[in-house]
């Protein structure tokens, strides 16, 4: 199907028609430069699709190429309209409701992307997510998904996330909007830090749990900023073996490596007796991590399990750890690591960070003034 296709717009191209076929999805689309839409704000042609509601397969895709020549000779003459076009566009689409749209948007998806933990995180944890918050057995439009847009405090995080997925699926379903406007400014630098326990009040809270299986849980995502899924994605047999440096296997981001921060609590948390809580695993991370969560934070006083993970990075700062390390550690990019925890450093992580600097045993040392430099310094004074 790709081959014929390249052959049918080289064909247009060597006929000089100003319309080039696309495929989104299992239908074949039309790119040109179209005047406006009578609903767009633009005043001038700009590069637009246009929906055929054809099938890609070899008869569309004839079926298209002859629409394209029809519809270049009218843009030559100046005189293409959309008014017929998009009634019979609205006609075709009577049967694709937001439910039709959402299968064919994640059938593009994961055409687009290789399916992979990480693909699936992201398509149910920002996506899926947004798209369920939609009525599914409604007609696809702008105003449906501009009222699902406003229905979220502007400058905020779902705003944001919101914005970005409406974006996606109007680009995709030939939806001639943009969000964009409305995404504000949220970033993870305008959140207000948390307040954070100490290190000595996560061991004291790692102790007072009393479940085996959910302290080991607990233990590890405070040793090695996991997120609270992550903790059941593990090479156990690594751990088991002794070794203080873990494999992640899967998860959120992928595989990767981290080192404990700090290494005395590999052993005060007896990371090497692996215990695992006996919860149902065939779910996405996202659950799984709501399941660690609904446990976990009514046994931590005044902070929640995700702030381990954050204090994880906190820490690491404060030690001096490679910002790139850090934030492959946490399986994040160097990007999301600075937004999120650089302005988290108060002055009580600097003093801390000077201090151990000042106690290297290899930190340059100031010159001394001797007798003839003090000579020196009475002369000029």
Not at 179 to 193: D, I, L, M, W
Request: net charge positive; charged share 25%.
């Amino acid at each position: 199907m790709i081959e014929k296709l390249a052959q049918a717009n080289g064909r247009l191209k060597a006929a000089k028609v100003g319309a080039k076929i696309e495929i989104k999805g299992n239908r074949l689309y039309l790119r040109a430069t179209f005047p406006p839409k009578s609903s767009s704000s633009k005043q001038i042609p700009y590069q637009q699709r246009l929906a055929l509601g054809i099938h890609a397969n070899p008869t569309g895709l004839s079926e298209a190429e002859k629409e394209a020549r029809k519809i270049g000779a009218l843009l030559d003459c100046k005189e293409f309209s959309w008014e017929p076009y998009l009634k019979a566009s609205a006609e075709r689409e009577n049967a694709n409701t937001v439910a039709d749209w959402t299968l064919r948007f994640e059938a593009d998806y994961f055409h687009r992307r290789r399916r992979s933990d990480k693909s699936e995180s992201t398509w149910k944890g920002d996506y899926l997510k947004v798209l369920r918050q939609l009525p599914q057995d409604e007609l696809l439009s702008v105003d449906l998904l501009k009222t699902l847009v406003l229905a979220t405090t502007p400058d905020s995080k779902s705003r944001k996330r919101v914005c970005m997925v409406a974006n996606a699926l109007a680009k995709f379903a030939g939806l001639d909007y943009d969000f964009r406007p409305y995404a504000g400014r949220y970033s993870p630098r305008r959140v207000s830090p948390r307040d954070l326990p100490d290190d000595l009040k996560i061991a004291q809270t790692w102790s007072a749990i009393k479940n085996p299986a959910w302290r080991w849980v607990c233990g590890v995502i405070a040793t090695y900023g996991l997120r609270p899924h992550e903790a059941f994605h593990l090479d156990y047999n690594e751990i088991k073996a002794g070794s203080q440096v873990i494999s992640v296997l899967g998860g959120k981001t992928g595989a990767r490596r981290v080192w404990p921060c700090y290494p005395e609590w590999h052993d005060q948390f007896e990371i090497e007796q692996v215990r695992l809580p006996n919860i149902d695993l065939d779910r996405s991370n996202t659950r799984i991590g709501e399941s660690c969560s609904k446990y976990l934070n009514p046994r931590l006083p005044g902070f929640k399990l995700y702030d381990l993970r954050h204090c994880w990075a906190v820490r690491t700062l404060e030690f001096g750890l490679d910002l790139t390390l850090a934030a492959q550690q946490m399986g994040h990019s160097v990007q999301v690591h600075t937004d999120t925890y650089h302005h988290w450093i108060t002055d009580k992580h600097h003093q801390k960070a000077f201090e151990a600097l000042m106690l290297r045993s290899d930190r340059p040392k100031a010159p001394v003034l001797g007798l003839n430099q003090q000579a020196f310094r009475q002369q000029i004074d």
